[in-house]
């Protein structure tokens, strides 16, 4: 096609170019693969999840930087993206949680969660007058067992053992590939996640890093003093 063709089907969310392509969508996609990476980790009792939150500025306060969002008691998620898209995201995964828990009594699975993020990130790749969201999640949870998915920008989820979003994510999945392991306590999977933000991120220190883990007991986010002794253990 020419140039003034694939202009027209990038001003179109909702139609597809001859090859089957959404131009629009993998362009969201690239908006994600700019952003700061996060990563997960699933092990046998808990999920690890973690971020690099490089600062800006000294007089940016860090608290107001937020890359990893507690969802429920049980659910946290990691994004990379656009933040702001990042937020009305989790504000969706957070309202859904407590419908579940007023309708039925119980918190949603991490799974369904997922799937309710997906299905809404779905409908604008589809709506007139919408575009699609410019962030990745990793919903990282524990409902019985850990577990660990992706959604991305198309509205597609996938369930991983250890996974990685944002910019310099190939290489991340890549380091996982070769150090992952089955059988991972909850520490070992920070340690892994941890070690594959190091491995695409040049020198990172506990200041530049989020992190928290979801086990049985629920959501924690990980103290700078745990970092710092897990990227010291590393060196």
Not at 39 to 48: L, Q
Request: without cysteine; negative net charge.
């Amino acid at each position: 096609m020419n140039g003034g063709d694939q202009q027209a089907y990038d001003r179109g969310i909702t139609i597809f170019s001859p090859d089957g392509r959404l131009y629009q969508v993998e362009y969201a996609r690239e908006a994600v693969k700019q952003g700061a990476p996060v990563v997960g980790v699933r092990g046998e009792d808990g999920v690890a999840i973690a971020a690099h939150a490089p600062r800006r500025s000294s007089l940016v306060e860090a608290r107001s930087v937020e890359k990893l969002h507690a969802v429920d008691d049980h659910v946290g998620v990691a994004s990379a993206g656009h933040a702001a898209d990042a937020r009305r995201l989790v504000d969706i995964a957070r309202r859904t949680a407590q419908g579940e828990r007023l309708r039925y009594g119980e918190a949603a699975t991490v799974e369904s969660l997922s799937t309710a993020v997906a299905d809404h990130v779905q409908e604008h790749t589809q709506s007139g007058g919408a575009r699609p969201y410019g962030t990745a999640l990793l919903v990282a949870g524990h409902d019985g067992e850990p577990r660990l998915f992706e959604t991305d920008p198309s509205g597609a989820t996938s369930e991983w053992r250890a996974d990685a979003v944002g910019r310099g994510a190939s290489a991340i999945v890549e380091y996982f590939e070769d150090h992952y392991e089955p059988g991972l306590s909850t520490e070992g999977a920070l340690a892994l996640a941890v070690d594959g933000l190091d491995s695409a991120v040049e020198d990172l220190d506990a200041d530049g890093v989020d992190a928290a883990t979801v086990d049985e007991s629920g959501y924690a986010s990980v103290s700078g003093e745990r970092l710092a002794a897990t990227l010291a253990d590393d060196e």
